[in-house]
């Protein structure tokens, strides 16, 4: 991950991963940094679910209400949580909005991952 770098800390009892990009003059570009609380979003049923569906095709949001059997309240609030983190990215048609899957978002879980799949020797 060039010019990105990943630190992870507990807060209120979540395992939260700082993401901040390239800097410019030394300072942080402010813009990219983003207080991620990944596992905390992944830890629902209902969100990983959208993140499989969408991992496929882009879906509207009525098609997710429609497969998942849940209220369009309800799954906006979780493509909000989802968009919030970087998981998902949104385009708008008209006045459609169709979510996909951001995976290069999904690095930083990876990696933090790949520590237990190592193992010992």
Request: aromatic letters at 8%; hydrophobic letters at 40%.
């Amino acid at each position: 991950m060039n010019g990105v770098f990943v630190t992870s800390a507990v807060y209120k009892g979540s395992l939260v991963a700082m993401v901040s990009g390239p800097t410019r003059g030394g300072l942080a570009m402010s813009s990219r940094k983003r207080n991620l609380d990944v596992f905390g979003v992944i830890g629902d049923p209902t969100k990983r679910k959208i993140l499989e569906l969408v991992r496929e095709r882009e879906w509207s949001v009525n098609e997710l209400v429609e497969y998942l059997e849940t209220s369009q309240p309800a799954i906006s609030k979780h493509l909000r949580s989802l968009r919030e983190a970087g998981l998902v990215d949104v385009r708008v048609d008209g006045q459609r909005r169709w979510y996909s899957l951001r995976s290069n978002r999904m690095e930083p879980l990876q990696d933090w991952l790949a520590m237990f799949r190592e193992g010992k020797d």
